[in-house]
């Protein structure tokens, strides 16, 4: 069952409210539409104006490609239960809709490079391991008040 938007924020906040920064490692692609919207307006409301919002995801990912079948079941999932699939231009939008400003996007493979590692040595030790398509890194600010 995915998480409560809330409970999400809780995770990915630095701090308390008023957060001067917040990060998404690898979330905005395994929220539904209502938990997606509703996450990023209660991400928006926890940041000081001028902060900033740092979201990883992969980039224009082939959800059919990592699909999986459960013999027991018969259910059909995608292999990390991703629901969604992210270009630059419809993750900018989506943030533009709850009022974030775009700042900058990065996309290619991190696993070579020095400073993705070292700015998410924690998470992306784990996910670099196992992942070798392309990656977007894209910050977005809450505009002054």
């Avoid at 079941?73 to 629901?83: I, L, P, S």
């Avoid at 991190?110 to 070292?118: K, L, T």
């Amino acid at each position: 069952m995915p998480a409560e938007p809330r409970e999400v924020c809780r995770l990915i906040v630095l701090g308390s409210t008023g957060s001067i920064g917040t990060q998404t490692l690898e979330v905005v692609e395994h929220l539904t539409d209502d938990r997606l919207h509703e996450t990023i307006r209660e991400t928006r409301r926890l940041l000081k104006p001028g902060g900033r919002l740092i979201v990883t995801t992969p980039h224009a990912e082939d959800l059919q490609q990592e699909m999986q079948f459960c013999p027991e079941c018969g259910a059909v999932f995608h292999k990390w239960q991703h629901v969604r699939s992210w270009s630059a231009d419809g993750l900018r939008s989506v943030m533009a809709e709850a009022g974030l400003v775009h700042q900058r996007t990065w996309i290619g493979h991190w696993a070579d490079r020095w400073w993705y590692r070292w700015l998410f040595r924690h998470a992306a030790r784990t996910l670099l391991q196992r992942r070798t398509d392309p990656h977007m890194l894209a910050v977005f600010a809450n505009p002054e008040a």
